[in-house]
């Protein structure tokens, strides 16, 4: 079982829709969640990130967090054909030990 | 501030020759890191740098080396290139390296995108 799995898409969605990515982890003493956006041929892009349960919001973007259920999420809202990329999840349970899953591949379709 | 700056962008190397990959932070992070993306397998750590003077190994060490020559440089080097080290290769920095929320958030430059013939 990979440490952070992620639906490697692609996932298409029109534009104005809400795009929902998805990402389970397997760590139970994962502290520390993040969303990152790459651009084809470009460096991750930090997106968000998420150490409570619950909610988190930035503009058209909403993590969660489901500590019980290994469980965290990217919600876009009013999705942009700017949107378009892959998003990697990536979790750290406190140490230098980052864990990235492969990623999302999301297009927005206009 | 540059953030995370990177130098090559681009490099093509024959089997067996070797180079240095450079990497600087302008965020006073104490923390660096440099990882290898390959197509279907992620960002996978080679070593990491918790503080000025210390380095350690990541996932996949094998054949590289690295130095920490201030707390600004973090440099990679490989010191017999093989074809396996094709990859895109990205240098991030962190306030810390975890324990403290907010904190160990990465920041990464703009990669390396190496081939190896």
């Known amino acids: 079982q990979k440490e952070v799995e992620q639906n490697s898409g692609p996932l298409s969605v029109p534009e104005g829709a809400i795009a929902s990515l998805n990402c389970t982890y397997s760590?139970?003493?994962?502290?520390?969640f993040f969303w990152y956006r790459q651009y084809s041929g470009k460096s991750p892009e930090l997106i968000m990130s998420i150490y409570s349960n619950g909610d988190k919001e930035d503009g058209r973007f909403t993590a969660q967090l489901n500590k019980a259920s290994q469980y965290v999420s990217l919600l876009i809202r009013d999705s942009q054909p700017s949107d378009s990329a892959t998003y990697l999840c990536?979790?750290?349970?406190?140490?230098?030990?980052?864990?990235f899953g492969t990623g999302t591949r999301l297009k927005v379709l206009a | 501030n540059a953030g995370v700056t990177q130098t090559p962008k681009f490099q093509v190397l024959k089997t067996g020759q070797s180079m240095t990959l450079q990497c600087a932070q302008d965020m006073n992070h104490n923390s660096m890191y440099w990882y290898r993306q390959d197509p279907g397998m992620g960002l996978r750590l080679i070593y990491y740098?918790?503080?000025?003077?210390?380095?350690d190994k990541g996932e996949v060490p094998n054949g590289y080396n690295v130095s920490r020559l201030n707390k600004r440089e973090f440099s990679l080097r490989l010191e017999s290139a093989a074809p396996s080290q094709t990859s895109v290769y990205f240098c991030?920095?962190?306030?810390?390296?975890?324990?403290?929320?907010?904190?160990?958030?990465?920041?990464f430059g703009p990669g390396t995108r190496l081939t190896v013939l």
């Open positions: 760590d139970r003493v994962s502290q520390s």
């Open positions: 740098s918790a503080s000025e003077g210390t380095t």
């Open positions: 990536a979790v750290t349970s406190g140490t230098y030990k980052y864990i």
């Open positions: 991030a920095s962190s306030q810390t390296s975890g324990g403290a929320y907010g904190t160990d958030t990465q920041y």
